[in-house]
């Protein structure tokens, strides 16, 4: 085949479109090495640090609210082992209230359930307090998703400052037996425990006094749940 010669203006185009590429590689390697727009990536978890927190961020969101995330993040304020609990009994938290509010015993006597349910208001725990709580009392609700929020509310908006418990009676009385009608009652142990419990409002310094006087029942099993309280409050100056 006959060799063509390109003419002048070809050899210049040429030229041209090289130096164009030797660019467009010089510009490739600065992006690999620095990042786009001269931007050095970030380097975290597998090379998507940006990314992660981003998804981490989202979990937080789902997590807040109701129910064990599926992330299992936590979201009580309970304190160290060691620390003194805020029942006020003087003891560690982790002999003291922390084995009633992790489910592994029971409350033995009305008082200790007065000083645990204290210590999961404290330490924002509400499902201690709805499984203390009577079904067949006065302050059971059935709608537990709205009642939940309802406590977590609580425990956001007030800093709980101290417990100071009276004294306890206990005797009989009866419970209207589940499924029965009319006078179909069973006799069943009830004690009432008086308390005294402080606490203000977060962003303000009024403290608040909180007089009560609870009445449990004590079930078959042995377990002391909270019925009903007959309450009082006081403002300090």
């Known amino acids: 085949m006959r060799r063509v010669r390109q003419p002048m203006m070809m050899a210049d185009t040429g ?44 979990k937080v969101s789902k997590g807040q609210g109701f129910g064990k995330p599926k992330d ?21 938290f982790d002999p003291c209230c922390a084995p009633l509010l992790d489910g ?30 009577d079904p067949e009392g006065d302050e059971w609700d059935a709608d537990q998703s709205k009642w939940k929020r309802s406590l977590l509310t609580f425990c956001d908006d007030f800093e ?15 419970r209207q037996a589940q499924g029965a009608a009319g006078e179909g009652k069973t006799a069943c142990t009830l004690a009432e425990v008086d308390f005294r419990a402080k606490f203000c409002q977060k962003g303000t310094v009024k403290l608040t006094v909180l007089n009560e006087k609870s009445t449990f029942r004590k079930t078959d099993d042995g377990e002391w749940l909270y019925a009903k309280g007959d309450v009082e409050y006081e403002a300090q100056e």
């Open 15 to 58: 030229e041209k479109q090289h130096e164009a590429r030797k660019q467009q590689a010089k510009a490739r390697r600065v992006i690999s090495q620095e990042g786009k727009g001269g931007v050095r990536p970030t380097r975290g978890l597998n090379g998507y640090a940006a990314k992660a927190k981003k998804t981490e961020q989202k």
């Open 72 to 92: 299992k993040l936590l979201y009580d304020r309970k304190p160290p082992a060691d620390a003194p609990c805020a029942c006020g009994s003087g003891k560690p």
């Open 104 to 133: 592994i015993r029971l409350s033995a006597t009305p008082e200790e359930l007065v000083r645990s349910r204290y210590c999961a208001y404290r330490y924002r725990v509400p499902d201690y307090l709805i499984s203390t709580t």
């Open 160 to 174: 709980f400052q101290g417990l100071e418990v009276g004294e306890t009676k206990e005797g009989s009385g009866f």
